[in-house]
Structure formats: structure tokens, C-alpha cells
């Protein structure tokens, strides 16, 4: 992707004609040009010759944010100042949505383009048609060296930037080392799917990290044992590895875009049995590629892109069913990457549903070892993929990783089994995976399919070791993990939910996602009109914007474990519920029953509530604020002692509390 349209000189911008510069720009454009961008870059042309009369520096037109699949309409590089120009030509007001995209474009820059982070950014928004009422400049809270963002109209633009630069101080910026900045990336999942969509490499959306091996690695890795066992026709179960966060599903989904055309024989499927994340990545795409399509002139119907879409994310149950309809028939894949391969059923869950639901008495496998046997089917190679989190059970029946081990043990002693070391750690198998692979004979340890730094919060990448230490009680580490986090990802305290909903709506700018998630056992959070049995529709929740009641923005609707598993928010709110509790230095875990709390007995179910605990403190990528509430005398379900000793520990560890 070319990363501007035009470059160059302020002072070579004013000596060139406008048609030239037009000609430039109208050269470089992927899409197809219309007569009204054309006169709208030809309006941004002439505002900024009157503009930028007398300052010397660069301009960039058109400057591609691949994480977002956008372009800046236009970057000014001057002194020490980076302006971020969003033009609505004959546009008379300031629309919510158009302040928020150069804000997100600001930030990005800020947050992820090298040569950007220690200089100020100042993000203008011009309605050309609008009044010419100069605005106050002011920093915004985060003291990240960034303005809030400005509205101009074409008039104003030239004061307000001669304003900025009056007051602005700092380094003058190197304009060539600028625009050669390195621009690393962290992509939420969805930003990861569209961006691999359309085309881009894992490599060009990702940070790369010394101390974490780099995805493009590992993702080199599989297709090395993708085009070596289709070449020599072998069979091959890979066991992707990582923390939570550290891009297992991005390496998934960068393996599976390789591989879109039908008529490839390596063509390939990613699964998941996460509903929501099915449903919300495919729709995400869906509504990209429509738009894409529509902006190139073309005419389009939402089902067939949706149709195309579902080629590359299915269902794993989905896929499951297809395969039972004829149980010698291989599936059209020869590649099936399975995301959160812990989570397939174990031998009684998958026996239970099939007699309940598909009227199967007989049938013997568990989960693991009929999705194998499926790909088994193929004469000639196959190759499985299972990305693996370590204590992300969280629902009844889910086999973990153990379950996979002991049906290639049991079924298919002549696959190839390549794992990482980390694959004995406990919170993979019970810690006895590579003692259960001991007699296979087809073993292959490649320490390049393990992901040990989690990639979520570009802020602060070891989040999770930190909330694994917090749910382990290993008090006195944690406190270091968060010391070591705190000034740049803030993690605040508090025991009032409505101070909470504030400081989310204080940090979040432009369209960062903030919102409410709970342990779908938090059933006595209903007098803060947080009601779990009500189900969210994720695709709303996730994807729609500020104006929709539906969406996290709201703050209205809650989402729980089994919603956000997968996903990502910039900032959210975990509300602490009676089910899992802090006491006499342990974790206890409750469900509610009828009109009281009762005891988790199972050690099973305990694993699954902490577990739905890690997820929801391994959501946010910026930061979170943990909501405790008060007990109510009059109230027993909610006596005090259910949340205090919680709000104990968690205070000694150091969080700011409001």
C-alpha cells in the first residue's frame, strides 16, 4: 500500500501548478475517482495555498493508517508540531463522528508511528462552510503532548495554525526522519481480520517485540509445515501455544487469509466454537468489503459478500455437523486451524449432545478426536492447527488440551505432532502434556509456537501476568508486575459504579470502545440494573457506535466471559460480583441458586469461574477500572463480607482508588 498519495516540500508545493498536484494525488488512488473527490482535493489544495503561506516544512496527502484501513486527508509537518488535517469540503457543521475520526487519527500516530510519539499533535477538523468563530486550544488530560481536536473552517485554518506554532515547544522535527518512522501497530482482533482481509501481512500490522517471539515467526513456521506435509504427504497436528493477548487467534487468521481461493489445495478454514466472535468477525468483514466496494462504485449485496466472508471464519460446530452427514467424505479443506482448542468438548459432553440434539445414541468420540478424523479422511495430507490458551476453560464440558493428546495417543499414531515446550506449563493440561506424548513416536518440539508476551495492550504487554499472579495470590509479585505497568497502563479502584462509567468516559477519545463485562454468575449485581440473563447481541455491542443504546458505549448493557472471550475494549469496567470472593487468603467460588449463594464444590466449575475472572481482567488494552460494590445490610445475598476482603486484596496491590 503506497503510504501517501503526495509528499513533498511546502515551499515545492506552492510552486507547483494545482493541477499537477491534483494529477499526483488522482495517480495513486486505489479507487476509482469521482468528480467529487477530485474537486475536493482540488478545495484542499487551494485552502492550503492560502494557508501555509510563509512556513516551511512538509505536507502529506492522503497518509494511509493501515491499522484502520483509512487515509488522513492531509499531515503537515511543521517545526516541531505534526497537524492532522480532516477536511469536509462545503460542510457548515462539525459532525460527532467526523471530531472522532481525527482524533483516532491523531492517536494512532501518537500511539503507534514512532517518529510521533514525543511530538505535539494537533488534530483540526474543517467544515470549509462553517462559522469563523476561533476555538480555544487546550492539551488533553492524558499529558501524552496532544491537543484536543480543533474545528476550523477554511478561513480559520491558517490562524489557528499560526497560533499552535506560537505556543508550541519541543524538538524541531527531522522532516525525513519523520516520514521514515517506524510504524508498529497493535490492531484489535477486528482491525487484525479486516486488515488481513484486504490483503495486508501479519507482519505489517503487528509490533514486533525483542523479548516475545515475533508472530511473522511463528506464522513462518506453520507454512513451513503446511507446504512440507503437503509435499510429502504426511498428516501434521500443530499446538500453537500463548498467553492471553499474545496473537494466537491474529496467527490463525493471518494462515487462513493466505488461502481464500477455492481452487487452492491448500486451502485452508479457521474455526471457533466462540459464537461471538464468529458472528462479530464476520460481519466486521462483511461490512468493510461492502463498504470498500460501494466506495469504488461498485454495486453490491450485503449476502454475497457475507456469503464469500463465511469461506475463511466458520463455525467449528458448524463444520462438525457438515462432517456427520457423510462420514467418508473428506471436508473441502485440507487445513483447519481450530482457535481456542481448549475449549472442544470432552468424550461425555460431545456423547451428550449428540443423542440429545442430533438423535446420534451411538456415538464414541469426544470433540478433539472427531475434528481430527475429519481432516484424517484425505488420501493424501492434512494438517491441523490448534491454538491453544492456557486457563481459558471456562464452560462445562471443555476438555482443555489433554483431550487432543490422548485421541491422537488413542487414534492417529502415525500424525505428526509438532508442540512447543511451554506446552507443559499447568495451565495447559494439567501440566502433563509432553509426559502424555512420551510414547508417541512423531514428536516435534519447535519453541517458535509459543507466544509468551501478551500483545493486547500496547500499553503494557505483561497485563496478564500480573492477573495470572493476582488469581494464583502471589500478593507480593503481583505488586511488582503492577509497579512495573502502572505509568502506562492505569488500573483504578473503586466501590461506586457510577464514578466508574465517568473515568471511562474521561479516557476513552475518538472511538476507543469502553464498557461493562461481569461473570455470567454476577446475578446479584441487579440492583445496579446489571442483569446477566438478559443476553447482549454481540455484533451491537462490538461494533456499532455512540449513538446506538445497544453498543458498549452505552454503558447500558453488560457483556459477560462468554461474550468477550476473544475480543478486546481500549478501556473496561470489570463489576466484582458474591461468586468468586477473596477469603482467608484464597479464592472462594459461589453460584446463585434460588435466593442464596451456594458453594462451588466442583473443582471443575471453581477452574471455570476463576477462569472467567482471567478473561475479564484480560480485556482492556489501555487500562480498566475494577468496580467492587458495597454490601447492603438489608439486604443477605449482598452482605458486606461477600465484597470487602475482595476489595482488600485488591487494594494492597497498589491500584489508585477514587
Not at 185 to 195: C, K, M, S, V, Y
Request: a neutral charge; glycine letters at 4%.
Amino acid at each position: 500500500m503506497t503510504r501517501f498519495y503526495y509528499s513533498g516540500d511546502i515551499v515545492d508545493f506552492y510552486k507547483r501548478s494545482n493541477e499537477e498536484i491534483l494529477g499526483i494525488i488522482s495517480k495513486h488512488t486505489e479507487f476509482s475517482t469521482e468528480l467529487t473527490q477530485r474537486d475536493a482535493w482540488l478545495e484542499e489544495i487551494i485552502i492550503l495555498k492560502k494557508t501555509l503561506n510563509n512556513l516551511s516544512g512538509s505536507i502529506f496527502f492522503e497518509f494511509s493508517i493501515p491499522r484502520m484501513g483509512k487515509r488522513i486527508d492531509v499531515v503537515l509537518v511543521v517545526n516541531n508540531v505534526i497537524f492532522i488535517l480532516e477536511f469536509k469540503v462545503g460542510e457548515k457543521v462539525f459532525q460527532a463522528h467526523s471530531i472522532d475520526q481525527v482524533w483516532d487519527y491523531a492517536l494512532d500516530l501518537k500511539n503507534f508511528h514512532e517518529t510521533s510519539q514525543a511530538n505535539l499533535i494537533a488534530p483540526i477538523l474543517i467544515a470549509t462552510e462553517a462559522n469563523s468563530n476561533i476555538p480555544i486550544i487546550a492539551t488533553t488530560k492524558h499529558g501524552d503532548n496532544m491537543l484536543f481536536p480543533i474545528k476550523s473552517n477554511a478561513v480559520s485554518l491558517k490562524e489557528i495554525i499560526t497560533n499552535i506554532l506560537d505556543f508550541a515547544d519541543g524538538k524541531k522535527i527531522d522532516h525525513r526522519l519523520w516520514v521514515n518512522g517506524k510504524y508498529a501497530p497493535t490492531p484489535t482482533i477486528i482491525e487484525a481480520a479486516l486488515a488481513l482481509y484486504n490483503g495486508h501481512d501479519v507482519s505489517q500490522i503487528s509490533k514486533s517485540d525483542a523479548s516475545a517471539t515475533n508472530l511473522s515467526v511463528t506464522c513462518k513456521t506453520l507454512s513451513e509445515i503446511i507446504y512440507n506435509a503437503q509435499s510429502k504427504k504426511q498428516k501434521c497436528i500443530c499446538f500453537v501455544t500463548g498467553v492471553p493477548g499474545a496473537g494466537k487467534t491474529l496467527v490463525g487468521l493471518n494462515i487462513a487469509a493466505k488461502h481464500l481461493n477455492k481452487e487452492e489445495r491448500t486451502s485452508t478454514v479457521f474455526l471457533s466454537g466462540n459464537g461471538p466472535l464468529v458472528a462479530i468477525l464476520r460481519e466486521a468483514l462483511t461490512r468493510d468489503k461492502v463498504d470498500r466496494e460501494r466506495r469504488k462504485g461498485k454495486k453490491v449485496k450485503k449476502g454475497e459478500i457475507f456469503s464469500q466472508v463465511k469461506l475463511m471464519i466458520q463455525n467449528v460446530h458448524h463444520f462438525r455437523d457438515e462432517c456427520l452427514k457423510d462420514k467418508e467424505l473428506p471436508p473441502f479443506e485440507h487445513v483447519a486451524i481450530f482457535d481456542e482448542a481448549q475449549r472442544a468438548w470432552d468424550l461425555a459432553q460431545t456423547t451428550k449432545f449428540m443423542k440429545n440434539r442430533k438423535g446420534i445414541s451411538n456415538f464414541s468420540a469426544s470433540e478433539p478426536e472427531f475434528l481430527i478424523s475429519c481432516l484424517d479422511r484425505h488420501k493424501d495430507w492434512a494438517v491441523v492447527i490448534c491454538l491453544v490458551g492456557g486457563g481459558q476453560e471456562i464452560n462445562t464440558g471443555e476438555a482443555g488440551i489433554k483431550e487432543w493428546i490422548s485421541s491422537l495417543n488413542r487414534s492417529f499414531p502415525n500424525w505428526n505432532i509438532y508442540i512447543s515446550n511451554k506446552l507443559s506449563d499447568t495451565e495447559y493440561a494439567a501440566g502433563d502434556a509432553l509426559e502424555l506424548l512420551r510414547d508417541h513416536k512423531n514428536v516435534i518440539q519447535k519453541e517458535e509456537l509459543h507466544l509468551s508476551v501478551s500483545r493486547r495492550s500496547f500499553r503494557a504487554e505483561h497485563v496478564s501476568l500480573l492477573i495470572k499472579n493476582i488469581l494464583d495470590v502471589n500478593l507480593s509479585v503481583a505488586v511488582q508486575n503492577y509497579k512495573a505497568i502502572k505509568h502506562k497502563y492505569p488500573i483504578v479502584l473503586t466501590r461506586d459504579l457510577a464514578k466508574a462509567k465517568l473515568w471511562l468516559k474521561e479516557k476513552a477519545r475518538g472511538t476507543e470502545r469502553y464498557g461493562i463485562v461481569v461473570s455470567s454468575q454476577a446475578q446479584r449485581l441487579k440492583p445496579f440494573a446489571i442483569d446477566v440473563r438478559t443476553a447482549i447481541d454481540p455484533i451491537h455491542w462490538f461494533l456499532d457506535d455512540k449513538n446506538d443504546t445497544r453498543s458498549s458505549y452505552y454503558l447500558e448493557d453488560v457483556a459477560t466471559e462468554f461474550d468477550v472471550q476473544g475480543l478486546e475494549l481500549d478501556w473496561a469496567c470489570v463489576t466484582w460480583d458474591g461468586d468468586f470472593r477473596f477469603d482467608s487468603n484464597e479464592w472462594k467460588t459461589f453460584s446463585f441458586v434460588g435466593s442464596k449463594w451456594q458453594n462451588i464444590h466442583k473443582e471443575e466449575r471453581k477452574i471455570y469461574l476463576k477462569n472467567a475472572y482471567r478473561v475479564l481482567l484480560t480485556r482492556a488494552r489501555q487500562g480498566m477500572i475494577i468496580v467492587i460494590p458495597n454490601g447492603d445490610s438489608s439486604d443477605p445475598t449482598r452482605d458486606s463480607t461477600f465484597y470487602d476482603a475482595t476489595y482488600n486484596y485488591l487494594n494492597q496491590l497498589g491500584f489508585e482508588v477514587i
